[in-house]
Structure formats: structure tokens, C-alpha cells
């Protein structure tokens, strides 16, 4: 691991990004992913597709590519990717988006929401609430941004918040409620009642509401409902989401972010220098995606619902207690009655023991409340059958 020279620590280190010995702190998700190249074990750690997306949408990148959408693409997006976001956004939600205005494209959900942390925070006393567990990049983006993290526990089986601990955390202070729903790595989708409560208080203390989406049309129960549908709650939402999870396309990078014309023109002045643009035949192939009939949004729903099943049963067998996820690509399980109690110790012995890759939640907790998700752990579903079926014979395995 390299060394960090002294004069560029205190970014690294202030943003906690830094080991204590000057290192750059390797993610859990780098060891893991290591540990399965080692070992030849089956990944279920990393959330990406062993299978390629729809034919037509990676046939119109090598169409682009041949066309010559080779060069830079305009600043905020290739305009029939533009167009085609605000069309999906009318079609799934009733949501009227200006396409000249009103979106911005981006280099994954990742930059959207960085640029739009380094963007709307203005210096160290602005708070950002989000829900604990949380998508890693969360916490590293907002410390880069120089603001402060508090967060609200979403807590087994359901993993919904509280209400009242979810009021408590929002103050004055608060710039931004940073909302994930379907939610990583927990699956769960939150209820009407939260969504309610993030825009009241959001309007109450005059935060802006950013929201991820990225797992929109993985949600198995209930169509997804984007909270910037809810009364008064547009004029201060801002929604990501990415081509990456709902057309299997995660390398190619491809996220959009839309809301009101004046925080999305502050979003894209960070955004300009962070990226300027990314991925100009993949804009256009991924417009094609957006215009996909209705079936092919419901059947990736489906198909991976029964992923998670299959998944679900194995962990079952193997001894583990299951949380059905309600959306997205993971599930958690409890490894307690396995000897998991320590699931970090857990998941680190699991490659070589039992052939599979596997991350603890505590890798999505601030370090202080690790211990409160102890025996969790977080399995990959998005992978072919065969596969999950291996996986699960290999714990069932390793269990017995
Ligand atoms: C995968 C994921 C992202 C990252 O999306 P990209 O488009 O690859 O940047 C963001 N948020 C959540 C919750 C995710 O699961």
C-alpha cells in the first residue's frame, strides 16, 4: 500500500479516507474482491451483472462508435439522452422534466452526487442526514465536501427509520437530506409515511432533498414511487439515478441527475470540473434503453426477484436467518447462527473456507456503530442462477 507524501495527507486524512499509518485505508470491497481473484471463489460481494444487458442497448454503442460518437458530448448530456430522461421520467411517474433545463448527465450516480455535495455544502458547520447503512461512496463524499455526516438507523428486519429519530436528526443545520430508495445494502424500500416525513421536515428546516435511485426499476413489491412525486417536494428534490443497475451496463458509467433549473445549474459548475463529460456512444445507446417497453423494466424486476429467492433459500439451508430485500440487487442475512456473530471476521475467513465472497454491513456503518450490525451480511443476487445455485451449495456446504 502506498504511502501518502506528508503535504497531501491532510485532505485524505481530514475526509477519514487515510489509514493511521499514512497508507490510503484499502475498502473492504478492494480485499474482498482480491480474496476472490486468490481464491477462485463465487463473488456475491461486489453489486454488478455476470450477464450482458439488453442486445438492442449495447448494439446501439457499437452503432455510435461506428457512427463516430467519439468525441466530447455536450456539457450536459448528448440532448437525445436529455430527452429521452425527461420522457422516462413522464411515462414511469407522471414527472415533467424540461430537458434543456432541468437534468444534467453524469458519470455514474457517483458524480451526481458527489458534485452535488461539493456543490450545496457551504462549509463545515452544514450537516447531511442520511440512513445508516449507507452506500459507501456517501459518507467519503460528503467528508471531501467538508460537512458533517449525521446519520439515522435503519435497523433489522425491515430496516425502516424511526420517525421521531429520523426528526431529531434534522435541524436547521441540515443542508441536505440524502435520501436511498430502494435502499443498498439493506433492500429495503421505504414507506410512504417516510417519504412524507423527509419532505416535511426537509421543508420545515429548508434542506434539500437528494435522492438515489439508481435501483428505480428493481423494486419487487410495489412500483417505485420517486419522492420528488410527493406534494410540495419537487421545488427542493434533486434524483439521481444510472443507467448501470437497470440495463446491466455498471462499467459503462452513464448517471443522470434532474431537478430544479437552479440547483442543477450549481451541480453542473462542480460538475464541468470533475468529469466535463464522459461516455458520448454510451448516451445515445442508453436513450435507446429509456425507450425499452414497459415489459422489459418488469421483467428485470422480476427475474431478479427470483434471483434473491433463490438466493434467499440457499442462505436458509446453509443456517442463515434472511431478510427478504423489497428492491434492488442485494440481500442481507444474519450469519449469527453460523458462528458469524463477528460477521467482518466472518466474510474475511469465507473465501477460503467456504469458495464464496460475501461483505459485512459494518463496511456501510460509520466505525462507532459497527457494533450494532454485527452479524449482518450483504450477498450479491444480480448473478446468473447456476451461479447462485453453486454459492449456495457451497455454504450449505460449509455449514453442515
Ligand atoms: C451502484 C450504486 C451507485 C453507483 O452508481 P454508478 O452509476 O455506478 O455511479 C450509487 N448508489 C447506489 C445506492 C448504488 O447501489
Known sequence: MSVIPGAWRR??????????????????FAEMSAAAARTGAINLGQGF?????????????????????????????????????????????????????????????TEALTATLLALIDGPDDEVVVFEPYYDSYAAAVALAGARLRTVPLRAPDFQPDLEQLAAAVTDRTRI???????????????????????RLAQQHDAVIVTDEVYEHLSFHSPHTPIATLPDAAERTLTISSAGKTFST??????????????????????????????????????????LDD????????????????????????????????????????????????AAAFCRALPERAGVVAIPLSAFVSPEHREDYAGLVRFAAC???????EAAARLTRYSA
Do not use: C, M
Open 11 to 28: 485532505t485524505a486524512a481530514g475526509a477519514g479516507l487515510l489509514a493511521a499509518d499514512g497508507t490510503v485505508a484499502p475498502t473492504i
Open 49 to 109: 451483472p455476470d450477464e450482458d444487458g439488453p442486445a438492442e442497448v449495447l448494439e446501439a454503442a457499437r452503432r455510435a462508435i461506428a457512427d463516430g460518437a467519439n468525441q466530447y458530448p455536450p456539457g450536459r448530456g448528448v440532448p437525445d439522452l436529455l430527452a429521452a430522461i425527461s420522457e422516462h421520467q413522464h411515462r414511469f411517474y407522471g414527472l415533467d422534466v424540461d430537458p434543456g433545463t432541468e437534468v444534467i448527465v453524469t458519470a455514474g450516480a
Open 177 to 199: 437530506i440524502l435520501v436511498n430508495d430502494p435502499h443498498n445494502p439493506t433492500g429495503a424500500v421505504f414507506g410512504r409515511e417516510v417519504l412524507v416525513e423527509v419532505v
Open 250 to 291: 455498471t462499467g459503462w458509467k452513464i448517471g443522470w441527475i434532474h431537478g430544479p433549473a437552479a440547483l442543477i445549474t450549481a451541480v453542473l459548475t462542480v460538475k464541468q470540473y470533475l468529469t466535463y463529460v464522459n461516455g458520448s456512444p454510451f448516451q445515445p445507446a442508453i436513450a435507446v434503453g429509456l425507450r
Open 295 to 342: 415489459s422489459y423494466f418488469s421483467n428485470a424486476a422480476t427475474e431478479l426477484a427470483r434471483k434473491h429467492q433463490i438466493l434467499g433459500q440457499g442462505l436458509r439451508a446453509a443456517g442463515f436467518t434472511v431478510h427478504p430485500p423489497r428492491g434492488g440487487y442485494f440481500t442481507v442475512a444474519d450469519a449469527t447462527a453460523l458462528g458469524g456473530a463477528d
Open 383 to 389: 448473478k446468473r442462477i447456476d451461479v447462485l445455485e
